[in-house]
């Protein structure tokens, strides 16, 4: 692993501007966890519960030592309490935990917590605050309601994958989970909504949210619903080149390196234009709109691109930062760890883990002037936080005696 970067410490442990905001996360991979992530990130007290066999990104990706790295991130910020939730007792402390919560999420098939006495009429009821959200592939209602769903399948369906990858080669999925982490950013705004309307609107009741993941993902495609609406037009696959405006691509320097660009504003296309086809270029009948350009994107490609292969990486850098033509270097992430942006801003943040040490991960985002957010925790073990939870519970009222198990059980 690269050292080269000298990522500051995770901040010491900030209140944030959610402090006080009680999150139940029921839910597992990927879209359900991530929302109450965030929510941890900006101080919300997040209590994660999973199967006591263990939560299953527990298991997913990459280990070290066997513990998984992927759960060290997701699950930062929680509090981990193990529950079975067909098992009377454990369900008896899920109600005790949502009577307090202001948010709870979950991502079971659509019915499930209805057959377990455990949907939204049972739960409102316990707690008439309550906001819960629903994550599912399809949502709550039509045909395919009760199918399981996962990120690949809206990727699929949301028309991502169909205009994704090279004209002549198949659609193509991206690498890691884009739909679920859509889904999770429109899961989380809309509990802000929910919790503001509740105790700013003055309502003070929660409500559900049906969140389907296919759903978001297609809202962020673009005018596709109108354009094929009035003009019949189905979008195809363009490899890295855009329907909108040129040139827009990824092109290779003479040392093998990848940059990208996308020239949409006119001033932006004068600028790699004459820089790269010389003076003048630019004022060419054949580019003077996005149409034109795009219509002659390949003799556009093969000016841009052609200079670009003459030169090697860090000049192509400077000389467009010198003309102010937009452009930037296709990283992996050992050269992510090397940028001197990423280090100036605190990108990637070191964070002590009891079972690694020192950990990097991505920081919380996006930074806030008075209220920022922080890593105060990694993911824990299986368990890790029962008695204390429960020891609130009981503090409160809650529960009974029942509840803690001995340390061999955990």
């Not at 003009?231 to 080149?241: A, C, D, H, K, S």
Request: some cysteine; overall charge negative.
């Amino acid at each position: 692993m690269s050292e080269a970067m000298n990522t500051e410490s995770a901040a010491p442990m900030a209140e944030g501007p959610l402090k006080g905001l009680r999150v139940i996360d029921s839910a597992t991979l990927f879209a359900g966890p991530i929302i109450s992530t965030l929510m941890g990130d900006f101080g919300a007290d997040v209590i994660k519960i999973e199967h006591p066999s263990g939560d299953p990104l527990r298991n997913m990706g990459a280990k070290k030592g066997g513990h998984g790295l992927w759960w060290k991130t997701t699950a930062r910020n929680k509090r981990c309490i193990a529950l079975d939730l067909k098992a009377a007792e454990d369900a008896e402390i899920f109600k005790a935990l949502v009577a307090d919560a202001d948010i709870l999420v979950e991502n079971f098939r659509t019915g499930t917590l209805e057959s377990w006495g455990l949907g939204w009429d049972v739960l409102s009821k316990i707690n008439p605050r309550l906001v819960m959200v629903r994550v599912t592939g399809f949502g709550q209602t039509g045909p395919y309601n009760r199918r399981a769903g996962f990120g690949t399948l809206a990727e699929a369906m949301s028309g991502f994958a169909h205009i994704t990858g090279q004209p002549d080669g198949p659609p193509t999925l991206p690498p890691f989970g884009l739909a679920d982490g859509i889904a999770a950013y429109y899961g989380c705004f809309a509990s802000m909504f929910a919790i503001y309307e509740r105790d700013i609107g003055g309502s003070g009741q929660g409500q559900y949210i049906d969140l389907a993941i296919y759903e978001p993902i297609f809202a962020l495609l673009g005018p596709q619903p109108i354009i094929f609406d009035q003009l019949g037009i189905i979008q195809n696959r363009t490899g890295n080149r855009s329907v909108n405006n040129a040139p827009r691509n990824a092109y290779r320097t003479r040392d093998g390196r990848w940059v990208a660009l996308s020239a949409a504003a006119p001033s932006i296309v004068k600028r790699v234009l004459d820089l790269t086809g010389g003076p003048g270029t630019a004022d060419d009948p054949r580019f003077q709109t996005n149409l034109d350009r795009i219509k002659y994107v390949e003799e556009i490609d093969a000016i841009v691109g052609g200079w670009i292969a003459r030169h090697d990486l860090q000049e192509v850098l400077e000389i467009f930062e010198r003309v102010e033509a937009a452009i930037a270097p296709i990283y992996d992430i050992e050269q992510i760890f090397h940028d001197p942006q990423y280090i100036a801003r605190n990108s990637v943040v070191s964070v002590p883990d009891e079972d690694l040490g020192p950990v990097r991960m991505q920081n919380v985002f996006p930074v806030m002037s008075r209220t920022p957010g922080a890593i105060r925790s990694t993911g824990g073990r299986v368990d890790q936080h029962r008695d204390e939870i429960l020891d609130e519970l009981r503090a409160a009222g809650r529960l009974p005696a029942f509840g803690t198990r001995a340390e061999g059980e955990r």
